[in-house]
């Protein structure tokens, strides 16, 4: 069997890492007290970052913008 090595990959926004296992790229994200969900994009894993943070009552961080 064959082993797979994961490289963690920084990112622009906040909260979110990539992770490079055999040349596939996904991204997650880390909040604490919030399960690592994976996504396909960058951008997709850094608005549901911010959602997260809005529903508790914080201001997005990332894509999002509060008016």
Do not use: Q
Request: proline letters at 1%.
């Amino acid at each position: 069997m064959a082993v797979k090595t994961a490289k963690h990959i920084k990112s622009k926004y906040k909260h979110v890492r990539g992770i490079l296992v055999s040349d596939n790229t996904y991204w997650t994200i880390r909040i604490k007290g919030v399960a690592e969900t994976t996504f396909k994009t960058e951008h997709d894993a850094a608005k549901a970052v911010d959602l997260i943070l809005i529903k508790k009552g914080k201001e997005p961080v990332n894509v999002l913008v509060r008016k």
